[in-house]
């Protein structure tokens, strides 16, 4: 018996008998699947991360224009001047206000998705928010160019209304306003919100689609009124999904340069300095020191984001 | 609704304005002869194709990483599970920049030239995880045992794959492989630090941006770009909801 | 010609563990050629586990798997002449009907003709002609069940595992499918191991059970066996539902403080004044509770002196109103001593009467 068993598998083809060799060795099925996306992970995405920062600790010799390649820390002395303190501060307050825009506005959409909306109308919601997620973010940019230019649709619009007046008034405000719409600050923001807002949506209507329709009822059944269940109930819920959506929010606006260089000003955001060191002053350790920062920043806030149970609502 | 969407309707709207350079709204008057200058311009073409053949190239490479990385975690417990899906989705939810810089340093460090095969190495990078939760997703709901049942018939690992892994995971790895090549395909912020001077489609658009040669050719390429991205994604979405019913 | 025919499986000192947890531990078992044989468990108790490795979808740490005398514990499960049922049937959705029954012929490369008249033969034994072409999500539960069945058996394998294939059904079906089941199985004369943990489908269509309990067998009997005769407490309550007595009450019965069980059928109910049948143990109590079930009524009785009874009788003559009205009654608790089982020893014996 034993004999017939070991001889019908010696006959086996190659391929088969490779298998099983593969197959009896759980060890070696593991690294053959996983050995090759984890060593692209590794040695391509982290490999490239821990250069960019040993790279911040290089420095470029001011005369030469030649990066040195020594560790020291005068790159980081570069990095804390008053202006470049300003860039940052300019962007992450921008990136906080974005972010809160973002989910006060994703808040009620979510909600009728998760809540009210039949099927069909979910599914094409649904669909209505990926679309703008995954395309042409770019040529969005580009649209919200035109439709805040100086002649373009909000002035037509507001002009067809007669309240130019507004406009006007609103660009006038210190900081946030500026010769136009499409370069100002408050265009920023506007096109940054409405860029990110699909990535805030997503994630707090899983989350409350997570929350069993029960448990609503349940604190109905216990005498809660709407108003309460939602405070109690339902917001602690969806937070996970906020702080989730917020991630993806905070950290696009932290490192997007398109936005700024389409509709800022002469005022730096991180993203614009960073492209500007590599590009034009080919200062790529002060570059890799810029965007350390936004790294550290990012990295804080997905500890903390995890903590509070942010990951599972991605 | 109209907030996310009206701004598409804009672009497709100015691709067909006789104005050449300012934009007024409403529009002076309507052609379509933007279409046929955009047709003639080599470098738009140029563009065009690398952004194709590039996207194309990562799509691969992201299909193959990000099966294998799903299938790994789909098949057992192991130490640093959990780091997997972290490190896979890395890519996109640190500041694009972030990604962008650290493979211009190490580009940089390395010292080698840039050229087709940097930009694909960072777009293959952040689509794998595209592929991966696609995958991964379909893996779990279709459970363990139809592998079993395969294996129990006879099959030994090649025919499993051939005959039943891949059939139940086919759709799945067309929609992720199609959301990535849309994600490819309108990648800037990596691109820019990867390209060195080849100007993928979204590059050519966003240096129009700033120093634009003719704008309704600008117009027109967004027109194609939204094209481009919108229909595999519709597809790609299709075919997840076939699936689920 | 003297040595007996080597057992359909044997399971030789095997053990598994999943980090922790002992899932099977040194568990050694003979399944006959041609038995219908279940591992009976609740879950956890290492029953699928056990399974698994005979088919070969899990590696035993230590022991081994011999097939009809050959070891095969190294052997992939696609070497093994063994199939499976799978609790969810685990049909291919992307493949018709026909397709997924033909698979482990098609792997073998058995021409075209053959395979569609294999097929058909295979629907025929089910009792499912004609439907080859039809989608696993066109049919219903019943119907998938009888599918995953023909895919196991178109291949004649020398066992075929079970790995609880009712449980999805509602409790008609799974009953009328027990009959079918077993009727399949005298039909084309293989091996069956069944995996569940319904001790009433045990009894139903087992030649053999394996009783299992956290990782060991406790007990391999006939259901006959296994009801008369539970070698331990756990078989006693996991069999049937069993009446232990124990302490001062067993002391009185039957003169030794030991446990025993006695089967609630065995008891009867009568009036208090009404004199016990010479021979018969009686005792007093008080019914507490009284769950008609139609064809019979269980009374949960609570006796005199401390202790609870199940006993069942059957509602011949009796209608819900008469039972209904027997909660708080007194009652008096007869039957023979015969029906006292030792259950603490293991050995499972009947008591000798009182005395």
Known sequence: MQATALGARLQRPALHRLGTFIYLRPWLVLALLLGPPLLWMVVIYLGSLASLVVQSFYFLDPFTGQVIRKLTLSTYADLLTP????????????????????????????????????????????????????????????????ILAKEGIVTWFLGALHLEGVLDAVLRLPVIGGPSLSVSFLGMFIVFVYVWLPYMILPIQAALERVPKSLLEASGDLGARPGRTFRHVTLPLALPGVLAGSIFTFSLTLGDFVVPYSLGNSSYFIGQAVLSFTGTAFNIPLAAAFTVVPMVIMGFYLI???ELGAFEAL | MLFLHAPIAVIFLYAFTTDDAIFSFPPPGLTVDWFRVTLNRAD?????????RVALVATLVAILLGTLAAAAVYRGKFFGREAISFALVLPIALPGIVSGIALRSAIGIINVP????????????????????????????TGRSQIEASMDLGGNPFQTFRYVVLPAIATALLAGGMLAFALSFDEIVVTTFTAGQQQTLPIWMFSQLTKPRQRPVTNVVAVFVVALTTIPILLANRLTERTVE | MTEPPAPAIRLDHVSRSFGEVTAVDNVSLDILDGEFFTLLGPSGSGKTTCLRIIAGFDQPDAGRVLLHGADVTQLPPYEREVNTVFQDYALFPHMEVGANIAYGLMIRSVAKPERVRRVAEMLDLVRMPGLESRRPSQLSGGQRQRVALARAL???????????????????????????????????????IYVTHDQEEALTMSDRVAVFNVGRVIQIGSPAELYEHPASPFVAGFVGVSNLI?????????????????????????????????????????????VYLGVHTRYLIELEGGGDLTVVEQNRDTTSMDVMSARGRQVRLVWDPKHNRRVSDGGGAALDPAG
């Open chain 1, 83 to 146: 202006a470049n303190l300003e860039i940052f501060q300019r962007t992450a307050l921008m990136a906080a206000a974005v972010s809160i825009a973002a989910a006060i506005l994703a808040f009620p959409w979510a909600y009728y998705m998760a809540r009210y909306a039949s099927r069909r109308a979910k599914a094409a919601l649904y669909l209505a928010v990926l679309l703008p997620l995954w395309s042409s973010y770019l040529v969005r940019v580009y649209a919200w160019r035109l």
């Open chain 1, 304 to 306: 903390g984001a995890r």
């Open chain 2, 44 to 52: 738009v073409w140029q563009a065009l194709g690398l952004s194709l």
């Open chain 2, 114 to 141: 840039f050229s087709f095969w940097t930009i694909v190495i960072g777009h293959a990078t952040f689509c794998m995880v595209v592929v991966f939760n696609n995958v991964l997703a379909r893996f779990r709901r």
């Open chain 3, 154 to 192: 178109i291949l004649h394998p020398r066992v075929l595992l079970l790995d609880e294939p009712l449980g999805a059904l509602d409790l008609k079906l799974r009953q009328q499918m027990q009959v079918e089941l077993k009727a399949i199985q005298q039909q084309v004369g293989i091996t069956f």
């Open chain 3, 246 to 290: 124990s302490g001062e009450l067993a002391q009185r019965i039957t003169g030794s403080a030991e446990t025993f069980s006695v089967r609630p059928e065995k008891i009867s109910l009568q009036a208090v004044e009404q004199p016990s049948p010479d021979g018969h143990v009686s005792v007093k109590g008080s019914v507490r509770d009284v």
